[in-house]
């Protein structure tokens, strides 16, 4: 067993003349937290939904666990779980009801009770989607991504929209499933986000990779470049002050 | 085979929770047809009840014009209006319509003249124009009255008589007919305009999206949906059937297994209709004329509301090719000539050519996104 889980090469998809994704290379190791970081338009998106296969490949090769994802995508999505940007659920339908669609979907059951309470939403268990709070919705997305026990799990803007406590406590579950054993690819526009959680980033611009490091490694040659900011650096930021003031306790 | 039909099951079950607790999708699926049952059944329902309003003056003291009134009394034919003292009266609750009639016994009526021994008389009918029909069966039923009592005072052999029996058959009525277009349109409706409304919405909000991620196959959403469509489809349809026979009367005369088994066929069909069209539209925007498109002709055309050996032959012709049309045709053929299935050859043959033709098109244009 290799010890990359994901291998991309040369990753291409075009809209028109527009080259969304454009020649993409990188790979994936087992068990880490993956970033990929970039400003709106980047490709971010349709590069994570390529290899999800969700979206036809135009050019290079996608491999996941030693399978070539545009020539099996039902294998691939029976292996992965996906919380695309903004999920939304069938309204009037429990919690329990989506969670036992969704495993039923990859031929499997699943113990709804410990799900949801390992996403800390046990006592929504009957409620509606509709009825859910923000994190609470994030959360439950994550709970549907992981019926089918994944290998890699896809998490587009997970923390996006969110009050400071409750991507804190995402963080926390998101390091808890990597604890796990589970790959996790995420995509984010928060860089402390990239920072806390992921052991490596790529950067993307114009469909292509600038930039792929450790967040530690990158910050260190930029600094080797001479960069200095503008102000002083400070022990703390405005966040630690709102966390410290409003405690870490998740909220609704 | 099983784990490929899990998913389908689970989710027809859950749908078919989620369409219960919907008001909005009870409303469209049951009451709305309902409201369009009372109203048909109001205006062509059976007619058993005839009455008639009447205004009676009664100006002779005699013991029989006395009896006759009691008579007219018991009688259930008449509600007397005991309001109305004098011809003026009459007249004024009979221009407002409250009165359809008025009876005028006069001075005298019922005295038993000398010569003759008997009692005799001429009651007055007085009926307003505008309402012919009361006053010709008010007349003749006072006829048939005093016939009998005739008979009683001179015995008369009348040579020819009538004699009026009813059947043991009930004619058809016009909501007996009417009802299979409305079954139908039960049935379009669910079929049509559910899945134009809500795959599109649910594309928007990327429901359907977040679907695709997972291994699910398209035919496998289909069959899913199919199954818990049919099934809110025969529940629709029963509901129909147990209020237009309970307040309606309505006749059934086929079996009650042709009817489910059309029923079954028809909604698969009709929602593969709309399945293929809220399929296809990306957006809300899209698919509601699209929906009309598909649904108006249908409803108007294929004997939803008006009865199809009324429109010009070569429209009938046209509307033969509607899927609602062998559907309603079909319906009709069982709930009032009380045919089986099996004797509905044409009606099944084009449903069964729309069900293939209708689920290649679903299949070949549905969208994810």
């Not at chain 1, 990859?106 to 009825?131: C, F, H, I, N």
């Not at chain 2, 048909?40 to 100006?59: A, H, K, Q, V």
């Not at chain 2, 005739?150 to 043991?168: D, G, K, Q, R």
Request: with cysteine.
């Amino acid at each position: 067993m290799s010890n990359a889980i994901l291998e991309v090469k040369n990753l291409k998809k075009a809209y028109g003349s527009n080259m969304a994704v454009d020649g993409v290379s990188f790979s994936v190791k087992r068990g880490e937290v993956f970033g990929i970081l970039g400003p709106n338009g980047a490709g971010k998106t349709t590069t994570l939904e390529m290899i999800e296969a969700m979206r036809p490949i135009d050019g290079g090769t996608c491999v996941l666990d030693g399978i070539d994802v545009s020539k099996n995508s039902r294998k691939i999505k029976q292996m992965i779980g996906v919380q695309p940007q903004t999920a939304s659920f069938e309204e009037k339908t429990k919690l329990t009801e989506l969670l036992e669609f969704f495993a039923s979907t990859y031929g499997e059951r699943v113990d709804t009770t410990k799900l949801l309470a390992d996403m800390q939403l046990s006592e929504k268990a009957d409620a509606y989607p509709e009825s859910l709070s923000g994190g609470q919705r994030q959360r439950f997305s994550i709970a549907a991504a992981l019926v089918n026990k994944p290998t890699v799990l896809f998490l587009d803007e997970p923390t996006t929209g969110l009050d400071p406590q409750a991507r804190r406590n995402l963080w926390d579950l998101i390091e808890s499933i990597r604890d796990n054993g589970v790959t996790v690819i995420l995509t984010t526009h928060y860089m402390d986000e990239a920072e806390k959680l992921c052991d490596r980033v790529a950067i993307m611009d114009g469909g292509k990779i600038i930039a792929l490091d450790s967040p530690d490694k990158l910050i260190k040659k930029l600094l080797k470049r001479g960069f200095k900011k503008e102000k002083q650096v400070a022990q703390a930021n405005l966040e630690d002050v709102f966390i410290d003031l409003t405690g870490k306790e998740l909220r609704a | 085979m099983m784990k490929q039909l899990r998913p389908v099951f689970t989710f027809a079950k859950i749908d078919i929770r989620r369409l219960f607790r919907d008001k909005t999708g009870i409303f469209f699926i049951f009451v709305f047809p309902l409201i369009f049952l009372l109203v048909f059944g109001g205006i062509f329902g059976r007619e058993t009840d005839i009455s008639f309003n009447i205004g009676l003056i009664n100006n002779s003291d005699s013991a029989f014009s006395q009896n006759f009134v009691e008579q007219l009394e018991e009688n259930e034919v008449f509600t007397i209006n005991e309001e109305v003292s004098s011809e003026e009266q009459a007249l004024e609750e009979m221009n407002r319509g409250s009165v359809d009639a008025l009876i005028t016994l006069p001075e005298g009526f019922g005295a038993v003249s000398d010569e003759a021994g008997y009692p005799s008389g001429t009651a007055e009918v007085l009926y307003d124009r505008g309402n012919e029909q009361a006053g010709v069966t008010l007349g003749s039923i006072l006829e048939s009255v005093f016939a009998e009592i005739n008979a009683e005072f001179v015995i008369v052999e009348t040579p020819f008589t009538v004699a009026v029996e009813a059947t043991e058959i009930e004619g058809l009525t016009t909501l007996d007919y009417i009802f299979s277009g409305l079954l139908g349109f039960t049935i379009l409706s669910l079929g049509v305009f559910g899945p134009t409304t809500v795959f599109p919405r649910m594309k928007e909000r990327g429901i359907l999206r977040r679907y695709h991620t997972t291994p699910i196959r398209v035919w496998q959403y289909f069959a899913a949906n199919v199954l818990s469509n049919s099934f809110v489809g025969l529940m629709a349809v029963a509901l129909m059937f147990v209020v237009a026979v309970m307040l309606f009367d309505v006749s059934m005369r086929g079996d009650y297994i042709s009817l489910i088994l059309l029923t079954i066929l028809g909604t698969i069909v009709l929602f593969g209709v709309g399945l293929a069209a809220g399929g296809w539209a990306k957006n809300e925007n899209q698919a509601a004329p699209l929906a009309n498109l598909v649904a108006f002709p249908m409803m108007f055309l294929s004997g939803v509301f008006f009865p199809r050996f009324l429109m010009p032959e070569w429209l009938q012709t046209v509307s033969n090719f509607f899927p609602l049309t062998p559907l309603i045709d079909g319906l009709r053929l069982i709930i009032t000539e009380g045919r089986t299935l099996l004797e509905l050859g044409p009606e099944l043959a084009m449903l069964g050519g729309w069900l293939v033709l209708i689920y290649l098109v679903a299949f070949r244009v549905f969208r994810w996104e």
